[in-house]
């Protein structure tokens, strides 16, 4: 019985959004996007790129205050700690060289 | 060459300033525009080591061609002294844009980026590859992209944070 409540809670918390405010350099003012837990770190990158305006470039996620770690692209937002009420920066990721 | 009235240059970097102040200001980060110059300061201090470290941008004939960037001395002189660049760390994930490249044989650090003149052959930079500096604002698969002064302040910072110490 126990198992079943917590695997019935993990379903709703696997369900429930994160409310992640995000920066953008180009812009003074942050975006509020509701994200699914499991979706990956590189698309909420894209879908809050595309909504600053951005056009091509290696966008990323950064959490924030400074100095930030750099989300990696391949996990899910919760599988790289994201939480509700957290603030991350959109960071373009490419090389130099 | 200088191709645009600085009057008009002036206005478009003053525009794209507004954001740039906010993200400097949200970053903790030292911003300085001196219009008459069109010259834009920007000061990062080292996780590492709590050094400064000096970025001065030039804008004339902005956005016809790629700015000019550079790191220099904290009196805000030079632009080709080794040590006044960035070190990066070992084993990056992705490529630094804090490079030494030779010129005539002599060590000459850049910041190896399409939104930097510097970075163009034209500009004695190391990519003859990406055509004269007036294409900066192309798209170029893997390497960074930068087209706003924003932008640019994001990239050189989010680099310098993978940095230790300085070239030699």
Known sequence: ?97 | MTVLPATDVRAVVEEELVAARAWASRNAVGLEWIPDALELRMTLSQLATAEDFFFRGRFDDYQAIAPHWQCVSGAWAGGDVLSDYPKPQEGLPRPSIYLVHAVAGVRTPVICAPFNRLAYSEHKGPHGDWGAPANWLAARQGHVRATTIPDMLSVIQLHFLTTRGRHA
């Open chain 1, 1 to 97: 019985m126990a198992t079943e409540a917590i695997e019935a809670a993990n379903v709703a918390d696997d369900k429930s959004l994160l409310k992640v405010l995000v920066f953008a350099a180009r812009a003074v003012d942050p975006i509020l996007f509701e994200w699914a837990r499991t979706l990956k770190v590189s698309e909420a990158a894209l879908e809050a790129a595309k909504k600053f305006g951005y056009v091509g470039g290696t966008p990323g996620l950064m959490t924030r205050p400074q100095p930030g770690r750099v989300l990696d692209p391949n996990k899910s937002l919760v599988a790289d700690h994201v939480k509700s009420g957290d603030e991350l920066e959109l960071v373009d990721t490419g090389g130099g060289v």
